[in-house]
């Protein structure tokens, strides 16, 4: 069964924190996508990626960079943490054919 | 331009009723329109797509009916169960390969009552 990992469920960081989110896949995926979700927002697009080591800018990238050095990993950093930071991110993976595969998500708390 | 807009924010409806979540979009270049079911704690799942080319796609209880020249599309539940409740996601997308992209609707929670 093809797998997008996100590796915390749950965080909880201090304002001004750097933060790491780690998404994985094991689907030989070119494109990667990392989103934040909120209530009454739906899914909004940070970042993408669409082969190693590039990047594109998505609807809402303003804080956020991300890096992809490896097919299999997408990061997500927050350079700067604020407390508006605070959301559900979901990383997600897609096929040749456009079908998006998503990670269980990884819920930041911002203080 | 890249907007889909999605209604009701929320919808309640008894177990063997029709749930109906409905979505319209702008931009003409969409080609691809999927829905996705989220359950809590988990990731956004594909559901069921349509390409424009058809007006309706059917799998078990769930269809899309298609409207291109209305440029709207909706979901439908038939005989809804309480193992349907969930956030629904429509979403429109365009572009080829790696250049494809998908753009989502707001959500709706869905709730079916026993």
């Known amino acids: 069964d093809v797998k997008v990992t996100q590796s915390s469920r749950y965080l909880v960081k201090r304002t001004g924190e750097k933060v790491f989110l780690e998404c994985v896949q094991d689907?030989?995926?070119?494109?990667m996508f990392w989103y934040r979700q909120d209530p009454g927002l739906g899914l909004r697009l940070i970042y993408f990626s669409y082969d190693v080591k590039m990047k594109e800018k998505g609807d809402i990238p303003e804080g956020y960079s991300v890096s992809r050095e490896k097919k299999e990993r997408f990061s997500l950093i927050l350079e700067s943490a604020s407390t508006n930071q605070t959301s559900m991110y979901l990383c997600a993976s897609s096929s040749p054919s456009g079908v998006y595969t998503f990670g269980s998500g990884t819920r930041l708390t911002v203080v | 331009q890249q907007q889909v807009k999605q209604s009701p924010q929320s919808l309640i409806v008894q177990k063997g009723g029709i749930s109906i979540i409905n979505c319209a979009y702008e931009?003409?270049?969409?080609?691809?329109f999927p829905w996705y079911q989220q359950f809590p704690g988990k990731g956004p799942a594909l559901l069921i797509a349509i390409r424009p080319d058809v007006s309706e796609k059917k799998e078990g209880r769930f269809t899309i009916s298609f409207n291109k020249s209305a440029k709207q599309f909706s979901l439908h539940i038939m005989d809804s169960q309480p193992g349907d409740s969930a956030t629904y996601f429509c979403a429109a997308s365009w572009g080829s390969g790696s250049a494809r992209q998908l753009t989502f609707g707001s959500g709706t929670q869905l709730t079916v009552l026993p």
């Open positions: 931009n003409t270049a969409f080609d691809y």
């Open positions: 689907m030989d995926h070119e494109n």
